[in-house]
């Protein structure tokens, strides 16, 4: 089969010129594996010996080009972290028994602004530039996808920066789609070969271009994920998986071979996958824990590379503490020298080799949505001095060890503003562009005291309702989930807020929190209208979205948003849906996005009267979300659901998660959890989110 062939930038160097001249040529105008019409071929490539040996009799004794740092970045698709931990057990891959191998993860942040999909399109971009979707733009599979170049400059082009290197750089890809994203950016690759899906081709083209001695390759094979569907235990997956570690392994060989020639030659070898698969070999895109992890194996004791050797976490939360498809870029350009400065630093990664690992940066809006709140952890060297730099400029010294800041901002009025945020500690570190709403200082609404029939500040056990209208108590008294964290308010109303943890169960899986009002608002008939509203907060991942989604609160049965009441659920991508019922018949409000692991103010208008159901969401990294569903008359008069209270962290009957085994069990914090009985306006809920103020300060 025939690389795709594509004209290459003059060489500047003359002396690269002259050892250039025949591999160029032939780039140019040779056909994988022969001749074109006639033209330079590429010079056959020896094989070394079955293994991965250094085929002596084989490989030359005298390197062409320059000594010095290079780098050998493999991704290979549809091969999975399990997959090639067990061959290596098994010691069916002997070509790759000496990498250091350790599970990673891709997908950015579920539920925040980095989140992508989990697939090879996004993956590859992710791998050649460090960042997530949110600067290098790639969001789907399809052949009209560009890396943005200005936002998210590839490896190749920082290396490229080096001038005094002159490092050769080069892909080979067997990928359709992989080369065109590379488009925008010109000059900054030597050679771009399409091996047109043979990883054949690959590796004779990547041995040959290690053979002459460039210096920064990235090499991608196909043929696992072709065979995945099949099923990652069978024949033709396993044959894929074999073949392919012997393909690296002779360009693993020809690299020790010529760094047994030279000692002044120093090699990084990274091996990667762009995403993981299912259980049935399929690349979903989805934020599982299956399908965002994925590998680094490396040549090279990298000291922040954690969990080396170890099986990969079975859940989010965990496999995100390790290292991230967004650290191989940093790594790469440390290794050739060639790493920004922290003023130009972009990545959404750190290089691995650094003795400090710094994970987990995250930018959420402060509560006097006049600053932004940074996050993050230190492990390794964690005795180290902390810089923080916003746009490129520092703001911030912290002593040894800080892992947050509370940055103030200014804006000359309300609306998103977006910052590049870069932590720096010791030798390693991490970028993150935020997104935050910014608003001027405001006060409550005054009216919130209007209707306002039950109100728990939850900043105490057990909860009491300010107005005396109500309960708010575990479904079962042998299983309290409830528990006190800190709430997302600033001095002087910073205090505590209500943990309600579905985990916690009893033996026949009741969980959760049960409100019980002394008058229900949603059956009283002299009541034509009423809000619920309460701030809202899952964990860093919205783990519990996952499956078959999380009750936030509900009076109903949630087995079926037909059934009788209301209900507010939290789906896969930390997706808020609003739905009521009446047995048989429903409305629904979808498609709110909820910001993982922050505080938004969440609320639900029901009006009886005009049969209208109205959501809210107030998400501080985001716009003002509202939307609205017409009800029916039937359904007003089956809007107090179950009548035996409203739940949080569960449905109406105290046992959803007992029915729905595939939604993860786990945490979601209130605060501030209020009902009236009328129809709050848009401007009295957004005093409540703009103003960062508990509605106890409109108390006498």
Sequence with gaps: MRPKLHALPAFRSRAATRWLLPLTAAMALAACGGGGGGGVVFPPVATPPAGGGNGDDNLPTTNQGKSGPKALVVQIDGLTHAALRDAMAQNKVPALQGLKLAPAWTGGANGALTEQRTTASPGWA????????????????????????????????????????????????????????????????????????????????????????????????????????????????????????????????????????????????VLTTPN??????????????????????????????????????????TLTKLAAATDIAPTVLRHLGALPAAEAYRFNGQP????????????????DKASVDLSWTLAGNANVPVKVLRDGKLVATLAAGATAYNDPVEAASDGILAFDYTVVAGDASLALPARVTYVKPATLAPTLRNGLVNYYPLDALPPADRKSASTLAPWAAG????????????????????RV?????????????????????????????????????TDASCSVGAGDG??????????????????????????????????????????????????????????????????????????????SADMTADIVAQLGGLKNGLSLNEDGTGQYYKRWTSSPRGPLDFNEFAIWNRALAADELTSIFKSGQPLSTLEP
């Design 126 to 269: 992710t791998l050649v530039t460090g960042t997530w979707a949110q600067r290098h733009s790639v969001q789907w599979d399809t052949a009209d996808q560009r890396i943005d170049a200005k936002l998210a400059p590839s490896v190749f082009a920082l290396a490229k920066l080096k001038k005094d290197a002159g490092y050769l750089t080069a892909s080979v890809t067997a990928g359709a789609n992989y080369r065109s994203l590379l488009a925008n950016e010109s000059g900054t690759l030597d050679a771009a070969v399409d091996c047109a899906g043979a990883d054949a081709c690959v590796t004779e083209r990547t041995a040959q271009l290690i053979d002459q001695g460039w210096d920064l390759l990235v090499a991608q094979y196909g043929a696992p994920a072709a065979a995945a569907p099949s099923g990652p235990r069978g024949e033709a997956y396993q044959r894929a998986v074999s073949d392919t570690a012997a393909a690296v392994g002779q360009l693993l060989a020809r690299i020790a071979r010529r760094s047994a020639n030279d000692a002044k030659e120093d090699w990084l070898v």
């Design 276 to 317: 993981g698969l299912d259980a049935f070999g399929n690349a979903t895109g989805t934020q599982s824990a299956q399908t965002k992890t994925i590998f680094v194996a490396s040549n090279k004791t990298l000291a922040a590379l954690p969990a080396t050797g170890e099986a990969a976490p079975a859940d989010v939360a």
């Design 352 to 367: 691995l080799q650094a003795a400090t690992a710094l994970r987990g940066l995250v930018a959420t809006t402060g509560a």
């Design 479 to 498: 299983a309290d989930g409830g528990s006190l964290v800190d709430d997302g308010f600033k001095a002087p109303y910073k205090a505590k807020a209500l």
């Design 501 to 537: 943890d579905s985990s916690v169960k009893t033996a026949d899986g009741t969980a959760g929190y049960r409100l019980v009002q002394t008058a229900d608002v949603a059956t009283a008939p002299s009541v034509t209208a009423y809000t619920i509203g309460f701030w809202l907060r």
């Design 550 to 627: 999380a009750s936030v609160i509900a009076n109903k049965n949630y087995d079926s948003g037909s059934n009788a009441g209301l209900a507010i659920g939290l789906f896969d991508g930390c997706e808020l849906r609003f739905n009521v019922g009446k047995g048989g018949g429903r409305a629904d409000s979808n498609g709110y996005r909820l910001s993982a692991g922050q505080w938004a103010y969440v609320a639900v208008v029901i009006d009886k009267a005009n049969l209208k159901m109205t959501g809210y969401l107030f998400d501080a990294a985001r716009a003002l979300q509202t939307g």
